[in-house]
């Protein structure tokens, strides 16, 4: 067993890009859990995809050795969050696990809106923070103004916060010092009944659920029979342990205080959900662990298998997939242009996309997604109100009162001048300016009521390259408002196409059904006649565009030299024309309805 | 109708100088002469006979050839290709052709094909042509449009193409031009091809009694100069109805003057169709000899083909050892992967792929039987008639029909 006052539990917490991940890495190096050798960059980062876009999307853990300066041992379990505002619940589960979180600000940056936001949600979970003051290596660092800036905006005392550098390595010893002294070990009664919070699970194919806990009271050992107290289901456990790098460390029981996990042979997936509490059968606690919010999603939208014979295998997909990431919602639905699939509601775009290229990527499914939604309030003149998540049950227009939709506050940091462009951005977004503060001489926070569905769809794409990367954005739901919404149908030769329809503004309804066609224009194939492509509100044609006919598709030459290579470029033609949906008589590929997604209005 | 005996080609490449829009495996005159010196050609075509008489002692072994086919003997045509084989010395031709007939047994009618270019025929070239026993020339005329020839990048102008023509009738009978359509413009420099300059290359044609004609319409292959051309938005594209308006005339005007269309872009007098490009598109085997060359051939356990080709290398071919140390198999085609192929190069040919040859080459199938379903569709989409030829439409849309076997 470990001694309890030699653990510390932390999380490392930042702005995305402030270098957790290299931070991250460069502790476990020192902690020689990793020689230089089997370094591969961002060991936390599992995922290819999470390498690739240099975010964290699930938790992680690992579990280190630290010899202090005055050689006490100490045990490290380390607990890296996902970095992006369409994660905050990810977020707020890690750190419900840990004492203390290393908050990493990068010397150049400056504090970001997400900096603050993962502060804010620290502290409102009683952690330790430990600031740090990364990438001082750069010519652009200015390591006392971002000390002074910690200090000043979030009014944490700064002055010994170590200065570093994760990628060269410089500083790494005295954060992992900071660590041992300043972040409290955990406090547990072992003799109290078993409470351990799941804050992160994923399937294994060999021992089932892999359960990540944090032991709060008791202990838990191979052969003890678990109860999920959200279900009252019962296990029986098949192994504990703790993380290493890359791998499963079992180990003979997990006791107060403790971060590891717990195997019991789960099947069903849903038996054992992200923030339930974890108890033994034969002396249950009395009252779960509290503090978890349930997941709300907020986007909605159809996914689709480009190939319907892929249904069950979507349908596995995802039931895997949730089994990770609890803010994963799907129900089956129909679509009279794709056929079955599922509703599925996300936190956010990212979060959508995320989920989209992992289903193609680790279970190599093609999909189709719908444009996305968020949750309407429509009030019918007959009282009823209805919830309304998908376009294609959109009332009669006659039949409606009016239609709220959800409002949030968006909290926008920027260099001050960028305000303009940002202002001008929002209004566009239908946002309304609520206040603007100086944090300091050069930046600003500005704070806008906006409509959930004009941030869904590429506002932080907008918003990035209207301040050159420099601006930052947190946002929170805050309220339904009324709302004039109508919904917006396209039509593909003379047919409705129900993926692509969306609720809409009835102001910006007209730039969008123009935008829309155009760009449809733009990814629908020629085919061998012409296809009108219009935009309309209830029967009344507002925009449209007309794909041209292609007049030939002949390859010209063909002789002995060259059959191999014909072959491959008529198989490749062939290949694209399989992955396109047929509409009626026409086909259409799957970025149609992405590029859907991602208008600029700004544009 | 027997199935097709087995042809021969080789493959020249060199050039004076690459065009523009070739893609072929060839090299310039200059790079050639630099990285080979003066006596380039002269190794080549020693590497080719060498080729040749490893092919023929291999069969006289009771051996395999490359990837376990079996090597031909009996061949009844040839088709020395490039690059340019004109560029050759008329000499190291007629040597290459005494090896080829020393190699294999060459049919006595066997049609023999060599390609060249205007800019390096003389008489005493076609003099010597025909003393070797070719009987066909093909000469890459492209266009009889000066600025068109300049943009397609050809060493030839529209004067030096005309006498090239008349002087090759007075020595052969069996002639082919080829032309290009659907020529883009670069813009600021020179416009897109117009249908006059389809109406003259076509008069021309007509009044020297030219029996054959391959009308291409240009293809943008990556690696061109052609391609970063369109790439970096220099060139003025022709318009797509524009250029199909000139296949039309294409077809109309060598219809009126008695040519027929046996192939997409292939047009001859009665009798003319090329025997050697014929077998491409009917399944038939083919030998490849020289730098980049491929082969198609059966193997030796009969029912399966396989397609390999020579390594692109001048240098290798003239140091190789064992030539089948710069082979590659392309592809081993089992009897489906054969009839598929079958089905989509015979639909190259106006009459469609041909059910008897069909029925030779695999035991006895139907065509109608083995692809009932296919045949149907394009039916019914009017892309083919009811005897598997090509509809006018099944010629605009031709990959239509192709990937319906692929």
Not at chain 1, 167 to 195: M, S, T, Y
Not at chain 2, 277 to 298: C, D, M
């Amino acid at each position: 067993m470990t001694d309890r006052d030699k653990i510390r539990n932390f999380c490392i917490i930042a702005h995305i890009d402030h270098g957790k991940s290299t931070l991250a890495d460069r502790i476990l190096e020192m902690t020689g859990v990793l020689t230089e050798r089997e370094m591969d960059d961002q060991v936390l980062d599992n995922m290819d995809l999470e390498r690739e876009r240099g975010i964290t999307i699930k938790a992680q853990a690992v579990r280190l050795n630290y010899k202090a300066k005055d050689g006490t041992e100490y045990v490290y379990n380390l607990i890296d969050t996902p970095g992006h505002v369409d994660f905050n619940y990810e977020v707020s589960r890690t750190l419900s696990a840990c004492e203390g979180a290393v908050l990493v600000v990068d010397a150049s940056q400056g504090i970001e809106a997400q900096t603050l936001a993962n502060v804010y949600l620290a502290i409102d979970h009683d952690l330790e923070v430990v600031p740090v003051i990364n990438k001082i290596d750069l010519p652009a660092a200015q390591p006392e103004v971002v000390r002074r800036e910690i200090e000043d905006v979030i009014g944490l005392p700064a002055d010994d916060a170590p200065l570093i550098s994760a990628k060269v390595g410089i500083g790494i010893d005295e954060v992992l010092e900071q660590i041992a002294q300043k972040i409290p070990a955990p406090e547990g009664d072992d003799k109290a009944p078993l409470k351990a919070l799941v804050f992160d699970s994923y399937y294994d194919s060999y021992r089932g659920v892999i359960v990540y806990v944090r032991i709060f009271d008791g202990a838990v050992k191979r052969g003890d029979t678990i109860r999920f107290m959200s279900t009252g289901r019962d296990y029986t456990v098949t192994e504990v342990g703790w993380f290493k790098p890359g791998t499963l460390c079992p180990a003979d029981s997990l006791e107060a205080g403790e971060v590891g996990y717990i195997a019991a042979a789960i099947k069903d997936i849903t038996d054992a959900t992200v923030g339930d509490t974890v108890t033994l059968k034969d002396d249950p606690a009395e009252e779960p662990l509290p503090g978890y919010k349930s997941v709300q999603p907020m986007v909605f939208c159809g996914i689709y298998p480009v190939d319907g014979a892929d249904y069950e295998n979507l349908r596995d997909a995802l039931f895997k997939l949730k089994l990770n990431d609890a803010s994963l919602t799907f129900e089956p639905e129909t679509s009279q242009a794709l056929g079955f699939g599922f509703r599925c509601g996300f936190l956010g775009l990212l979060h959508l996309e995320i989920i989209q290229e992992r289903l193609f990527r680790e279970f190599d499914l093609e999909l189709i997604t719908t444009t996305p939604s968020v949750i309407y309030y429509v009030y019918l003149t007959n009282g009823e109100k209805i919830v309304l998540d998908n376009p294609s049950n959109y009332p009669d227009p006659a039949t409606i009162e009016h239609i709220e939709e959800p409002m949030v506050k968006a909290t926008i940091m920027t260099p001050k001048e960028y305000v303009g462009n940002i202002m001008e951005l929002c209004n566009d977004r239908r946002g309304e300016f609520i206040n603007m503060d100086y944090i300091e001489e050069t930046r600003v926070v500005l704070t806008f009521n906006m409509p959930l569905n004009e941030v869904i769809y590429d506002f932080f794409d907008a918003l990035k390259s209207r301040t050159r990367g420099y601006a930052s954005l947190d946002y929170e739901l805050s309220e339904y408002k009324p709302s004039k919404l109508v919904k917006l149908d396209i039509l593909l030769n003379g047919q409705i196409v129900d993926a692509l329809s969306f609720i809409v503004h009835e102001e910006k309804a007209y730039t969008r059904a123009r935008k829309i066609a155009e760009k449809l224009k733009d990814v629908i194939p020629r085919h061998q006649f012409e296809i009108p492509i219009q935009a309309c509100i209830g029967g009344k044609i507002i925009a449209r565009e007309t794909v041209k006919a292609y007049r030939k598709d002949v390859l010209a030459k063909c002789y002995g030299g060259d059959i191999t290579r014909k072959k491959k470029l008529l198989e490749k033609q062939k290949e694209g024309k399989k992955r396109m949906r047929q509409f009626g008589s026409v086909e259409v590929p799957q970025e149609a309805f992405l590029t859907v997604l991602k208008l600029d209005s700004g544009d | 109708m027997e199935t097709l005996l087995p042809g021969l080609y080789v493959h020249i490449p060199f050039c004076v100088k690459k065009c523009n829009y070739c893609d072929f495996y060839s090299l310039g005159i200059s790079e050639c002469v630099n990285a080979f010196g003066e006596g380039v050609y002269r190794d080549y075509v020693d590497a080719l006979k060498r080729e040749i008489a490893e092919l023929r002692q291999c069969r006289g072994n009771g051996a395999c050839g490359f990837g376990g086919t079996v090597i031909p003997e009996k061949i009844d045509s040839v088709y020395i290709g490039g690059g340019t084989p004109s560029i050759l010395p008329p000499d190291l031709i007629c040597e290459l052709l005494d090896e080829l007939r020393d190699g294999f047994v060459i049919a006595p009618d066997a049609e023999i094909t060599i390609e060249c270019n205007p800019g390096t025929l003389s008489e005493n070239k076609l003099i010597d042509y025909k003393k070797a026993g070719i009987n066909r020339l093909s000469i890459g005329v492209q266009s009889l449009n000066d600025s068109l020839l300049g943009f397609l990048g050809r060493i030839h102008d529209s004067k030096k193409a005309l006498e090239t023509i008349k002087l090759a009738r007075t020595y052969f009978d069996n002639v082919n031009l080829d032309f290009i359509s659907g020529v883009p413009g670069l813009i600021g420099k020179s416009r897109p091809q117009s249908l006059s300059d389809i109406e003259r290359a076509i008069d021309a044609v007509a009044e020297n009694g030219i029996p054959h004609v391959s009308y291409y319409s240009l293809i943008t292959e990556e690696g061109t100069p052609l391609y970063d051309w369109r790439e970096k938005g220099l060139l003025e594209d022709m318009d797509e109805g524009l250029e199909r308006e000139s296949y039309y005339l294409i077809k109309r005007r060598l219809n009126d003057a008695g040519y027929g269309q046996y192939e997409i872009s292939n047009f001859a007098l009665p009798g003319y169709e090329s025997r050697h490009n014929l077998k491409y598109w009917s399944g038939a085997e083919y030998v490849g000899i020289g730098a980049g060359a491929v082969s198609f051939l059966r193997h030796h356990g009969g029912e399966k083909y396989v397609r390999y080709s020579n390594r692109k290398s001048v240098a290798d071919h003239i140091d190789a050892g064992s030539f089948n140390d710069i082979r590659t198999v392309e592809e081993l085609l089992d009897v489906i992967d054969r009839k598929k192929e079958f089905m989509m190069l015979g639909f190259r040919k106006l009459t469609g792929p041909d059910r008897e040859i069909y029925s030779k080459l695999f035991n006895g199938a139907d065509i109608e039987l083995d692809f009932g379903t296919e045949l149907q569709r394009l039916r019914s989409e009017g892309l083919i008639g009811n005897d598997l030829s090509l509809t006018a439409k099944g010629l605009d849309f031709a990959n239509e029909i192709f990937t319906a076997f692929i």
